[in-house]
């Protein structure tokens, strides 16, 4: 059991830390947004996940889920407004085109 | 199950590090607010982190706290951002 909390731990905050170097690395905005999407559903989703694992069955474990549920329909839903606002300016649509 | 929390912990703490340069070096709105967004993100992760190093391990109703905050600010700035005409 020790060692899938292990696992699960140690590769969601791997790939946050990748999320993070591809967010300095990629040179366009949108690539970059795809780079931050990674961080917030599936590195929350490893972390949540192995947490849960860790606390067994209990209240914790409940309000665990309920944070990776908010955050997935959260973080999901701040990006893609912040796509659409990048798509409204005049300046930036013309700069994809 | 410590050492494991605590490694994780360090390498979060350096993903944010570097999150916090590519917010200084942006030099586009845009990104700043998507910088702001992944800062948020991963020091819910790491109050999560911390809760489970430490003694007291209420830390889940501050880490949903947060998240909510983030998330409202993300989208109060982005209302203001959209109208405006953003100058480069």
Redo the contacts between chains.
Sequence with gaps: M?II??IL??T???T??I???G??RFDN?LA??HA?SV??TF??LL??LG?VF?YGLSL?SL??L??LV??YI??S???H??T???F?????REEVK | ?SE??M??IL??S??LV??I??FITAN?I??K???V??IG??I??LI??VG?VSIE?DF??I??VY??I??IS??VI?KY??DK??S?
């Design positions: 020790s909390i292990s731990l140690i969601g905050v791997l946050a830390l999320g993070t170097i967010c300095f905005f970059r947004t931050a961080v917030d590195s929350t972390i949540i947490l860790h914790f309000k665990l309920l944070i908010f955050l959260t973080g839903t701040a990006i407004a912040l659409q606002a990048f409204k300016n005049s300046e930036t | 199950m494991i929390s490694l994780a390498i979060l350096i993903a570097i999150s340069f590519r586009e845009y990104t607010i998507l910088t967004n992944l993100t991963k819910v992760l999560l982190l489970t391990k889940t109703d880490a949903m998240a909510l983030n998330f993300t989208i982005l951002y959209e005409e953003v480069k």
